[in-house]
T-cell receptor
Framework: GQNIDQPTEMTATEGAIVQINCTYQ??????LFWYQQHAGEAPTFLSY????GLEEKGRFSSFLSRSKGYSYLLLKELQMKDSASYLC???????????????FGRGTQLTVWP | KAGVTQTPRYLIKTRGQQVTLSCSPI?????VSWYQQTPGQGLQFLFE???????NKGNFPGRFSGRQFSNSRSEMNVSTLELGDSALYLC?????????????FGPGTRLTVL
């Protein structure tokens, strides 16, 4: 099976930096995704990592270490609108197929205070 | 470009009934995945379709089934509904079925089983 762990809740203040960690154990690895989900809305794509290292995209960056089964999402210059659930998802490698299944963590609820 | 659409948005059924949910992917997208989201379990993968073929299936009982049509629209069916099937059912589409497949989620169908 697959095991993806991330903290349940985090809080931070406007303008600050927050790092949301994700650890995973999968039978194979075919990429890691981060999604943002506001209450009552569908998840929206934030980032994708398949090689080790840091991917930067504006205020958001995502890091991956495949050997450690570890990723983090870094959010800078936090804004109130960043209050949302952040989902870590790992695509495994399915034997006999080029596709793998996408497994989601339970999400980290981030609250940004003024 | 229109996003992923799902119908109906809300549905109330009773135990033992069956239900069919529909998903229309973004125009040009050929891959459709279905997820079940509940507060207790988070987002769980149901199945993934590409070119009318089921490419992957999650760990759900046989009461959950799906299909994809030649125009890439997809349906999922749940038979003999149970109370525990109450959830938000999300559909996501992607351009292709490759390793990097950014998924775009629809608004979901909120199913309540009484």
């Amino acid at each position: 099976g697959q095991n993806i762990d991330q903290p349940t809740e985090m809080t931070a203040t406007e303008g600050a930096i927050v790092q949301i960690n994700c650890t995973y154990q999968t039978s194979g690895f075919n990429g890691l995704f981060w999604y943002q989900q506001h209450a009552g809305e569908a998840p929206t794509f934030l980032s994708y990592n398949v090689l080790d290292g840091l991917e930067e995209k504006g205020r958001f960056s995502s890091f991956l270490s495949r050997s450690k089964g570890y990723s983090y999402l870094l959010l800078k210059e936090l804004q109130m609108k960043d209050s949302a659930s952040y989902l870590c998802a790992v695509r495994d490698r399915d034997r006999g197929s080029t596709l793998g299944r996408l497994y989601f963590g339970r999400g980290t609820q981030l609250t940004v205070w003024p | 470009k229109a996003g992923v659409t799902q119908t109906p948005r809300y549905l109330i059924k009773t135990r033992g009934q069956q239900v069919t949910l529909s998903c229309s992917p973004i125009s040009g997208h050929r891959s459709v995945s279905w997820y079940q989201q509940t507060p207790g379990q988070g987002l769980q993968f149901l199945f993934e379709y590409f070119s009318e073929t089921q490419r992957n299936k999650g760990n759900f009982p046989g009461r959950f089934s799906g299909r994809q049509f030649s125009n890439s629209r997809s349906e999922m069916n749940v038979s003999t509904l149970e109370l525990g099937d109450s959830a938000l059912y999300l559909c996501a589409s992607s351009l292709a079925a490759g390793e990097y497949a950014e998924q775009f989620f629809g608004p979901g169908t909120r199913l309540t089983v009484l």
